[in-house]
């Protein structure tokens, strides 16, 4: 039901996280600072992903994970993080073959490490600090590769 103060959708553009189908993509967070970890819960469901689960490190990760593994198309996660870290989390993964995308965000790293994770399986790896823009247009590019329209 309108009102004198509702405003005019002036953002015609279909959300970042919205298939071409018009159902959401589906999202994992894995961050151990909780304040980021918020932040890209935020971030992601602004432009109409489901953040389906979220974990404050790799171990837990794996478990949401095995829940969720169906319904997932993204998983974000850090780097380093207390009792498993995403280098491990993103092993642990490719043994299970996931349909899910991997997205690093995180702290700068070395070139070396880069190269292993992207070779292991990471479709992208985004530096810290969080910024929106730069994060919804690099996810939005994995996830256009992985389901060309």
């Known amino acids: 039901m309108k009102s004198q103060f509702d405003f005019p959708n002036l953002n015609t553009k279909r959300p970042d996280g919205v298939k071409p189908s018009g159902r959401p993509y589906k999202v994992m967070v894995v961050e151990d600072k909780e304040f980021q970890r918020k932040q890209l819960v935020q971030i992601l469901e ?6 389906v689960a979220s974990a404050e490190n790799g171990d837990q990760a794996l478990k949401l994970y095995d829940e969720h593994a ?8 850090d780097l380093d993080m207390p009792v498993l870290d995403g280098y491990a989390m993103l092993y642990e993964l490719m043994q299970k073959k996931p349909k899910a995308r991997i997205v690093f965000i995180s702290e700068d790293t070395t070139k ?19 910024q929106r823009g730069l994060i919804l247009e690099r996810i939005k590019q994995v996830l256009n590769k992985a389901n060309p329209t």
């Open 70 to 77: 169906r319904d997932l198309d993204l998983i974000t996660t």
């Open 46 to 51: 602004s432009e109409g992903y489901v953040v």
């Open 112 to 130: 070396t490490i880069l190269a292993e994770l992207l070779k292991m399986g990471a479709a992208d790896y985004i530096l810290k600090p969080i």
